[in-house]
Structures are given as C-alpha cells and as structure tokens.
C-alpha cells in the first residue's frame, strides 16, 4: 500500500476513534520532545527481524497480548517474578521483549524519560509487518506504562481452542467487531505455532476423538508429518501454509479451503458472518470490486492498539521495560 495512502487512512480511523475515550493519544505525539524517537525503534526493529526474520510475527504477536491484558500499556514486559503476567498460560510462546528492551536503550540515550514502553511495542509492531511486506502505516503514540502486572488478569486470552462465540465474545468485551476478529487473526499470516497447540486437533478432536473434520483431506497428512502423535511438541510449523514469512491475504484463502493450521482460524469459516468478512477479501469479486484486505488491517491494528490506553497523569514512563520505577 503507498504510505502516503496509509497514513490517510490512519488519520481518518484515528479521527473517527476520538470520541471513545483515547483522544490523548495522537500521531507525531513525540515530534518535539523526541523527534528520533520512530526511526530509532524502526532501526532496533529492522536489525532484529534481518537477524532473526521469525522476529516480525513475535512482535506483532507481543502487541496483541499486550493490549488484550489491561489495554496497550506494557503489562506484558514486566518481570516481578512468578506472578507476572507474562507468565500466564495464555501469553505461551510469546517473545520480543528483549528487543523492546533494546529499543527502550537507545531510546533512553537520545531522550531519557520520554517514550513509554507501551509505545514502543505499538510501533514495533508497526515496523515489524512494514519488514515483512505489510503495510507502513502512522501509530498514535502517547500511551503511558502501566502500574500493574499479574498473572491472573491473563486467564481470559483468546485461545486456539475457543469456540467461534467464545472468540466473537473476548473481542466483543474490548470494543472490536467480528470484522476486526478475522482480520487480526489474519495476522496469521506471517508467524510459526508449536505442535503443542495441534495435538488435540490432529489426535483428540471433540466430539468424538480423532481429526478435526474441517481439515482439508489433502491437507491431513502433511500436518501429521510435522507434529507426527506422541512426538516433540516443541517443533514449530508455520501458520499460513506456503506463505509464512510473507504479509499478505494467503491465509484467509486457507482458511476458506480448509487449509488453516489454527483450529481458532479454522472456526472463522464455521460463523456466516466471519466467513461473509473473509469473504470479502477473497472472495470471486475481489479485488476489483471487494475491500482492501490490508487497508481493513490498518483500521483494525489502530483501532486495537488503543484498547484502555494510559494516558495524560495515568500511568508512568518506565526507565527500563521489564520493571516499574
């Protein structure tokens, strides 16, 4: 997408957002206490992901288990030992942190005090789907850290297992529609998973035990080969078949043929209105006539990364991320 268009775009979501309580948060928000504040994190981020190209889903990933516990306010960054919240059963596998540690560093060199933890994750993110041929896109910023981390606030996290109403419910409970549902699980699209989250889909589905029957027959015997019964759960597969380290509407094609790895975005093509919204994207009309996929993206990822922000004399700007001041 050309980044003049998508700056528009966030501008006009960004506008359109401001009654809901976030209308501190604002674009170029750093512009005059730290104007390298973005081409800082953008350069920590592109050394990560050429280092590690695995790097753009895990931070991606960090953003949305960020802001599902306590809004987008860096909860998840915090160590306080075994009660943190990053060590919820819901946010397994989740990664970065040391690279919002590094960008936080540089960050505190060229301006000590000034960018929140909570920032940076948004805009990593942001960085991350622009390194993996996503959109570039502008971010709010002005999110302050929050004061508060605790395992038990993480219990309730979207899981692979969740039924479709469950799924519809969480994102529901933080403001985002059906719409935005399939399109930030369509973040998918770039990303690995461990067999440890395929085994009951592949070996003990409910009801009744075996396969999950939406898997594509073609596609059974392939998933058994990587995550073969009773072996090591810690081998990691990719979530969008054949286009895993690449940003870009695959995944939704999958998903409508049966294709998904997940069984939560396999249950998007169970719901008529999820399935209707991926639709739109791939269906046969698209893309002359049917929305952009990753203009849609845009809206959703702005639109989550405000979930309870901190703002104003809420919350603080943490010196190092992984503790409070």
Known sequence: MDLELSR???????????????AQLRFGFYGQTC????????????????????????????????????GCDGS?????????????????????????????KHLEVACPGVISCADI???????????????????????????VSNVSLAEDMPDVGNSIQQLKSKFFQKGLTEKDLVLL???????????????DRLYNFMPGGGSDPSINPDFLPELKSMCPQNGDVNVRMPI???????FDDQILRNIRSGWAVLESDAKLND?????????????????IFGPSFEADF?????????????????????????SFN
Not at 10 to 20: E, H, I, K, Q
Not at 121 to 147: F, K, Q, S
Not at 310 to 317: A, D, H, P, W
Request: charged share 20%.
């Open 121 to 147: 994750i948004a805009l990593a993110a942001r960085d991350a789907i622009a390194m993996a041929n996503g959109p570039d896109y502008e971010v709010p910023t002005g999110r302050r850290d929050g004061r």
């Open 185 to 199: 699980s369509a973040a998918h699209t770039i990303g690995t998973t461990a067999c440890f989250f395929m085994t």
């Open 35 to 70: 104007p390298s504040a973005e081409p800082i994190v953008r350069s920590v981020v592109r050394n990560a992901v050429i280092s590690n190209p695995t790097m753009a889903a895990v931070l991606l990933r960090l953003h949305f288990h960020d802001c599902f516990v306590e």
């Open 76 to 104: 998840i960054l915090i160590e306080n030992g075994r009660s943190a919240e990053r060590n919820a059963f819901g946010h397994q596998g989740v990664g970065g942190f040391e690279v919002i540690e590094e960008a936080k």
């Open 298 to 322: 845009v809206e959703s990822m702005v639109k989550m990364g405000q979930i309870g922000v901190k703002t104003g004399s809420n919350g603080e700007i943490r010196r190092v991320c992984r």
């Open 8 to 22: 528009v775009l966030a501008l006009l979501v960004y506008c359109c957002l401001m009654g809901t309580g976030n």
């Open 271 to 287: 719901d008529p209105v999820t399935r209707s919204v991926i639709e739109s994207y791939v269906g046969l009309f698209n893309p």
């Open 240 to 246: 969008d078949h054949s286009s895993e380290q690449t």
